[in-house]
């Protein structure tokens, strides 16, 4: 199953503030929900963790991070990853291509995410891995916003790391929901 999720948002920091934070991986995992670094090999290439949940299923991903591009004169950035299921039922692929602009003093940010995956989430559908994906960078902007908060970016604000079950279970039952939904006003159609 392939997905194409893109989001904007905006920061009230300064475009270097914000640059500096998104183009260091170590100190921005702890902004993502259910996310970890497990080693730096070198300035480019991380090994890492995440660990989410759709609606009862709990997934684990151990893999790799490639910084692709990082071009700071642009603010453009690439970054590659690859997971592979912790029990060995699957794998994800994500391409995420970021930009930064700056305009009086607050940055736009706005960057897409192709994400492949295989195995037992794909069963779930695009749908609910779409929701479920803006849950998560939802609190990911909330934390990454909460962070930067602290003294013009200079001294960290608190950020929560942990997966917000609350939130991502209504999002399974919304998405559910409108999957019933859509089967019923398309058996309505046909009839």
Not at 9 to 36: R, Y
Not at 64 to 77: C, G, Q, S, T
Not at 113 to 132: E, H, P, Y
């Amino acid at each position: 199953m392939n997905t194409l999720i893109t989001k904007e948002f905006d920061i009230d920091q300064p475009i270097e503030v914000v640059w500096k934070s998104l183009a260091a991986p170590e100190e921005i995992v702890d902004c993502v929900p259910g996310a970890a670094i497990t080693e730096k090999i070198d300035d480019r290439n991380y090994k890492g963790e995440v660990v989410t949940k759709f609606g009862p299923i709990k997934a684990a991903y151990a893999g790799d991070i490639e910084i692709v591009e990082l071009d700071e004169a642009n603010h453009k950035m690439v970054l590659k990853g690859r997971g592979l299921d912790s029990k060995g039922k699957g794998s994800a692929d994500m391409i995420m291509k970021g930009v930064l602009t700056e305009e009086n003093g607050k940055t736009h940010v706005s960057f897409s995410m192709d994400i492949t995956i295989v195995g037992m989430l794909a069963q779930f559908g695009s749908r609910l891995i779409n929701d479920v994906s803006d849950q998560l960078l939802n609190q990911f902007v909330k934390n990454f916003s909460n962070k930067l908060a602290g003294n013009g970016g200079e001294t960290a604000g608190e950020t929560d790391n942990a997966l917000n079950a609350g939130a991502l279970a209504g999002t399974v039952v919304k998405s559910m929901l409108g999957s019933v939904g859509d089967i019923f006003k398309g058996g309505k159609k046909d009839a």
